[in-house]
């Protein structure tokens, strides 16, 4: 996987991630497993007969419809930085999702590595990632990591320091994340069920490889750490993000709001948990209530202002998203 720069100038910085790589890894992985299938089936039908069938060629049978969707999954993604808009936009297969270039906090490499295990030994996987207030990561890539060693290849570096400079962040260094298996666990592990049928259903769609945000993680376990940034997110703890924004917002909600003599339900719609800044660029946290991922939602700010917004079709009832206005 690498990324391209197709645009380049003041006010955009425009990035390309092709799905071919994608593309050529679940069209080889769909031909092996057609061959072997084939192959096993012929050779094994005449000694066991029904047990051939039913041991050999429905499981491969169905690794190879698994390898077809793959195939029509792969997409290619375009990450846009634009300062005329002030937003960093991620568009693949029709779907989009953005966010305020002021949010992203930090750029970054992760590298991820299995740890233990047999494959063990292969090369740890690379990514470019942004992190945003709400402890939420987004990896500019298009459905597979890079591989590499040590600090990462070195087009994913020279991105990050375009992505670096373009936004002016406060950053002196590209830092590099170590992320292990248990870290990506731990971050999962209150996903709710709702959220892996409907990824399924987007993959038996052809629309499962669509920009998505990756969970907060429980604690960072930095390489190189980050100099000259000062308001990073902090860990999410043990509870996961779903969890932990369920239970935060409900806390938060609950302590905000009897001050104010009201009494707090969840299943009341969209719930402000933050302040107004004193001056300048003001923003809440709201809850995100059932039914309105994909959709818009209007909300009262602590200072009577209506702030309408358009909530990311990948994020979950009970998550924190950030208004500003």
């Known amino acids: 996987m690498t990324l391209k720069v197709v645009e380049e100038t003041s006010e955009r910085l425009v990035f390309k991630s092709s799905g071919l790589t994608l593309l050529v890894h679940m069209s080889l992985l769909t031909f092996m497993a057609a061959a072997v299938t084939v192959s096993l089936t012929f050779f094994l039908h005449r000694y066991l007969g029904l047990v051939a069938v039913v041991f050999i060629t429905l499981p491969g049978t169905l690794c190879v419809f698994c390898g077809f969707f793959g195939c029509a999954n792969a997409r290619t993604f375009i990450f846009s930085f634009d300062h005329t808009q002030g937003q960093f936009t991620a568009s693949a ?49 298009s459905g597979i990591s890079a591989t590499g060693s040590g600090r990462g290849p070195e087009d994913l570096q020279a991105a990050g320091e375009k992505i670096r400079a373009f936004l002016n962040l406060s950053q002196i260094n590209l830092p590099l994340l170590d992320i292990s298996a248990a870290m990506k666990e731990d971050s999962r592990e209150n996903r709710v069920q709702s959220e892996d ?19 907060p993680l429980s604690r960072y376990d930095w390489v190189d750490a980050p100099v000259g940034v000062a308001d990073l997110p902090a860990p999410v703890g043990m509870l996961g993000s779903a969890g932990l924004a369920a239970a935060l917002s409900e806390r938060w909600a609950t302590s905000s709001l009897s001050a104010a003599g009201v009494s707090f339900h969840p299943g009341l719609g969209p719930v402000v948990v933050g ?44 998550e924190t998203m950030i208004l500003q206005y």
């Open 93 to 141: 297969g029709g779907v989009s999702l953005s966010r305020f270039l002021r949010e992203v906090r930090l750029v970054y490499i992760e590298r991820e590595s299995s740890g233990n295990g047999l494959f063990s030994g292969e090369a740890p996987n690379y990514g470019l990632a942004l992190l945003f207030p709400d402890g939420q990561r987004f990896r500019l890539e």
């Open 197 to 215: 049928r409907g990824s399924l259903s987007r993959w038996m769609a052809c629309q499962g490889m669509s920009p998505h945000y990756e969970p």
């Open 275 to 318: 302040r107004p800044q004193p001056s300048g660029q003001r923003q809440i946290q709201v809850a995100v209530p059932e039914g309105s991922p994909g959709q818009a939602i209007t909300v009262t700010a602590p200072d009577g202002s209506q702030v309408t917004a358009m909530v990311p079709v990948d994020m979950r009832p009970g």
